[in-house]
């Protein structure tokens, strides 16, 4: 059936053009992105409305010009507060318009790392052992230093926060945002320096400190709602130093993990993301994964799209997975005991992006054989579902 769907986005090259910074604006939409939506929307038969940012839903909602439509597809991440990524949908719902995603509350959930995983948790699903560390910007380093022992002994997690390396990053950003080279701390003489220079660059934000996970990483896609939410393949991610033996590029020491710099040019740091596509049916590992992957969509409260980071605490048979992200943007199988691989969960991405050409979430689905409109297609059915439904014209003119 033909909608109208309204997109709700901030376009990248407005926000530059306005002064804001590369890196502020690393999440926002490029032209690429919008015209491949808009695109796919009316190749479906939809008619698209250009909307644009939050304010000028604001306008449309002050108009009335809302009224002429029956959906909202919003990839808005909005530049301020904690709770940007949920501002459009809160605004939305506060109208009763029927959009495409997870709703507010839940945006708010998968966005701040920190409340994602008290939620995990308390849902039984493992994430890396954690604490919370109040931005310390405007403190001597004495008092910096204090206040991190305070976090850390305070955790449910201390003991395992005592053995190195752990790994630091900004409680509520996405994209590798604020992922440095320094972000892996490999000795306790590391840790204040870098959670300083972390609470100077967001002073808005606290700093999160995970043990390191260093086993097989993994990124999982997904589309659909509740007990209709499928997993549409993953990838894998291994980063490489530039070292190479016999004409293979070997793992080397140093850094093995996706910094910002990396996930926008391959290739920085002296390192090489390598970007596989793991066997779903024969690798045990990736589909232990993918359905730990599932139960933290779920149990985030996700809905018609999103993408989980997946990361194990080690590698070989003894690791355990970890979400690591869920991106708004499963169960566990039982294996006998020496093939467990365990993953922990880092983080539920409601909103991940959808640049046709690029983005990891329409890329998985093209290896599963997925078109980027077919996969447009699932989405838009499932939040189709939560429409209210059309009423037929009154022919006869009776009530």
Same mark, same amino acid.
């Given at each position: ?6 997109? *709700? ?7 530059? %053009?306005?002064?804001?910074? +590369? ?5 926002? !939409?490029?032209?690429? #992105?919008?015209?491949?939506? #808009? ?10 409305? &250009? ?25 808005? !991440? ?11 949908? %809160? ?6 318009? =029927? ?81 440095? =080279? ?12 870098? *959670? ?45 130093? &530039? ?27 002296? @390192?090489? +993301? ?10 045990? !590992?990736?589909? &232990?994964?993918? !359905? ?17 980071? *997946? ?8 690791? @355990?997975?970890?979400?690591?992200? *869920? ?13 467990? #691989?365990?993953?922990?969960?880092? &983080? ?52």
């Amino acid at each position: 059936m033909p909608y109208t769907i309204a997109l *709700v986005y901030e376009r990248k090259s407005e926000y530059l %053009a306005r002064g804001f910074s +590369v890196e502020e604006c690393e999440e926002l !939409e490029d032209e690429v #992105t919008i015209d491949g939506l #808009t695109s796919a929307l009316q190749s479906l038969g939809h008619e698209t409305v &250009q909307v644009g940012d939050i304010k000028d839903l604001v306008k449309c909602l002050a108009t009335g010009s809302h009224q002429a439509w029956d959906l909202v597809f919003t990839t808005s !991440e909005g530049l301020y507060g904690l709770a940007r990524e949920a501002q459009v949908p %809160a605004l939305l719902e506060a109208y009763e318009i =029927p959009y495409v995603g997870a709703d507010a509350a839940s945006t708010v959930l998968a966005h701040d790392k920190a409340k994602t995983k008290l939620w995990l948790e308390r849902s039984s699903i493992p994430s890396a052992p954690w604490c919370l560390v109040p931005n310390v910007r405007e403190m001597t380093a004495g008092d910096r230093s204090g206040r991190i022992e305070t976090a850390m002994r305070s955790s449910s997690h201390a003991d395992a926060l005592n053995e190195f390396p752990l790994f630091l990053k900004p409680v509520a950003e996405g994209t590798s945002k604020g992922i440095y =080279p320094c972000s892996k701390i490999k000795e306790r003489s590391e840790l204040e320096p870098a *959670v300083s220079m972390l609470s100077t660059r967001y002073p808005d934000q606290d700093i999160l400190i995970e043990t390191y996970l260093a086993g097989r990483e993994f990124t999982v896609s997904i589309i659909g709602t509740g007990s209709r939410a499928r997993v549409v393949g993953a990838l894998e991610f291994r980063v490489h130093r &530039q070292g190479q033996e016999n004409g293979v590029v070997q793992d080397m020491e140093g850094i093995d993990f996706l910094t910002t710099d990396l996930k926008k040019y391959d290739r920085a740091h002296g @390192v090489h +993301v390598e970007v596989l596509k793991p066997d779903l049916k024969s690798d045990r !590992e990736v589909q &232990q994964a993918c !359905e730990r992957a599932l139960e933290a969509y779920r149990a985030v409260g996700c809905r018609d799209l999103g993408r989980v980071d *997946v990361r194990s605490d080690r590698k070989g048979s003894s690791a @355990v997975p970890h979400i690591i992200e *869920v991106r708004r943007t499963g169960s566990v199988c039982q294996l006998e005991a020496a093939q467990v #691989t365990d993953w922990w969960c880092g &983080q539920v991405n409601p909103r991940p992006g959808l640049r046709p050409d690029r983005s990891h979430f329409p890329s998985i689905a093209r290896n599963n054989g997925l078109s980027y409109g077919s996969l447009i297609e699932e989405i838009i059915d499932s939040a189709a579902e939560r429409m209210p439904i059309k009423q037929a014209p009154n022919v006869n003119g009776f009530d």
